[in-house]
């Protein structure tokens, strides 16, 4: 299974860019996909996900500007940041889960950096 990001970019403060990763060779649905960013000397953190029944969860620190979606039948997952700051800035990493049985598998993209101008 592989987790394919894109559409990062720079862009100035309060704008918006819109980030989508696409899973190839995963036959069965993950449980959750979501994106995770890690800025220069920070730790990752969870930016937002969501499950396979569209509940999604949002760090407080991007609720109410970013909105995360997914499609089930394509493995895709999308991110729309809107009201960008430059604390937005990091590289942002697609995530996904699956369980087999009660063992969590993780899956990680390569990573598409995010870079906003003051």
């Known amino acids: 299974v592989q987790l394919q990001a894109s559409g990062g970019g720079l862009v100035k403060a309060g704008g918006s860019l819109r980030v989508h990763c696409a899973a190839s060779?995963?036959?069965?649905?993950?449980?959750?996909m979501g994106w995770y960013r890690q800025a220069p000397g920070k730790q990752r953190e969870l930016v937002a996900d969501i499950l396979r029944i569209n509940v999604t969860n949002y760090a407080d620190s991007v609720k109410g500007r970013f909105t995360i979606s997914r499609d089930n039948a394509q493995n895709t997952v999308s991110l729309q940041m809107t009201s960008l700051k430059p604390e937005d800035t990091a590289v942002y990493y697609c995530?996904?889960?699956?369980?087999?049985?009660?063992?969590?598998?993780?899956?990680w993209g390569q990573g598409t950096l995010v870079t906003v101008s003051s």
């Open positions: 060779g995963n036959i069965f649905p993950f449980n959750a």
């Open positions: 995530h996904g889960d699956r369980y087999l049985g009660t063992i969590r598998i993780d899956y």
